[in-house]
């Protein structure tokens, strides 16, 4: 593939399920049987990285090739009166040996791999995922709703931004199923970035709630941002505040929050179901513009997803999250 037509082409003929599943590999025996694409995630890359791709070793392009998603289940909190139901994923890098992105980083820097190709190939690999997704709850005529997935977007992917517009149009359903989450370390110089890409390609915007944000960066992107995520280490104190009695002020900081960022949905990270957090969020919680949402690593989704999510924990005792099964009864 030479150009940019010529691989919208080759997308865009991914869209027929033969096709496109044709084109995933389960990994190999002994890992977890996640979607890969590495046929795509070549050709794609080459074209839209063709330089830092180039100058890849042979070891470097195939490790990159096989990198794939895992996801993370977020559920309905409350008000008492929302529906209980997952609402989305938020999807997160996993290499074939399912090691997580601090790892792939590790590894990818031992094979002099610039990180911006191990966020974009993260990216394609996103994208195909809930392609894939689709045409088997199509396929099993599982009604698929308004189901919104995340993914991380720091500097690695905005020091590229016409890469990173190019594959947005490459994948329009972006527009509808995604918010892209930004990233707590993301500093002033990328404000200009951040909103002209949300303003010319209709990006949806979930910011990080984290003391590593600039305070500056945090209010000037509050007007963007449709959800709020409060990290697994914020929600972690939140916990001991709530034990040491802290409870009403939990509340009232929340209600002050979401009116004063007029963010329709917050989401707690790292919430566990036994929680006492949780249960006192699902009884105190009245503001009903303003949803609460809650997301872990440990928790299977409620159905019909988990049909197509399993927990990585069941294969692997030390690593987390949920993987797309929905190819384990094919191979």
């Known amino acids: 593939m030479q150009n940019l037509e010529e691989l919208q082409e080759y997308l865009v003929s991914l869209t027929n399920?033969?096709?496109?599943?044709?084109?995933?590999?389960?990994?190999?025996?002994g890992g977890l049987p996640?979607?890969?694409?590495?046929?795509?995630?070549?050709?794609?890359?080459k074209v839209v990285t063709e330089s830092e791709w180039d100058e890849l070793t042979d070891r470097a392009r195939n490790y990159l090739k096989w990198i794939s998603v895992k996801a993370e289940s977020i559920d309905a909190l409350a008000p008492p009166n929302l529906e209980t139901t997952t609402r989305g994923f938020e999807l997160l890098a996993i290499d074939i040996d399912a090691n997580s992105f601090g790892e792939i980083v590790a590894r990818s820097q031992?094979?002099?791999?610039?990180?911006?190709?191990?966020?974009?190939?993260?990216?394609?690999?996103?994208?195909?995922?809930?392609?894939?997704?689709?045409?088997?709850?199509?396929r099993d005529q599982e009604k698929m709703p308004s189901l919104t997935f995340s993914q991380n977007v720091d500097s690695f992917y905005l020091n590229y931004p016409r890469t990173l517009k190019t594959l947005l149009e490459l994948f329009p359903e972006y527009k509808e199923m995604f918010y892209f989450e930004i990233n707590e370390e993301v500093t002033e110089d990328y404000l200009t970035t951040i909103r002209a890409l949300a303003e010319d390609l209709g990006i949806r915007l979930a910011l990080d709630d984290t003391n590593k944000m600039d305070v500056n960066v945090h209010h000037q992107l509050l007007d963007l941002a449709d959800w709020i995520k409060i990290d697994f280490?914020?929600?972690?104190?939140?916990?001991?505040?709530l034990l040491a009695g802290e409870g009403d002020n939990i509340i009232l900081h929340f209600e002050e929050y979401a009116l004063g960022a007029r963010s329709p949905v917050i989401v707690f990270e790292g919430l566990q179901e036994t929680s006492p957090l949780k249960v006192f969020f699902e009884e105190r919680w009245k503001l009903l513009n303003t949803v609460l949402y809650y997301?872990?690593?440990?928790?299977?989704?409620?159905?019909?997803?988990?049909?197509?999510?399993g927990l990585i924990q069941d294969y692997h005792e030390d690593k987390y999250g949920l993987f797309f099964k929905g190819l384990i009864n094919e191979r």
Request: glycine share 0%; with cysteine; net charge negative.
């Open 295 to 309: 997301q872990s690593r440990e928790r299977t989704p409620v159905p019909p997803w988990n049909k197509y999510f």
């Open 34 to 45: 996640t979607p890969c694409f590495p046929d795509v995630i070549e050709n794609v890359l």
């Open 233 to 241: 280490q914020a929600t972690a104190y939140l916990e001991e505040q």
């Open 110 to 138: 031992e094979l002099s791999i610039p990180s911006v190709l191990v966020r974009f190939a993260s990216l394609i690999a996103t994208f195909l995922t809930v392609r894939l997704l689709r045409q088997h709850m199509e």
């Open 17 to 29: 399920e033969s096709n496109l599943s044709s084109q995933t590999v389960a990994a190999v025996p």
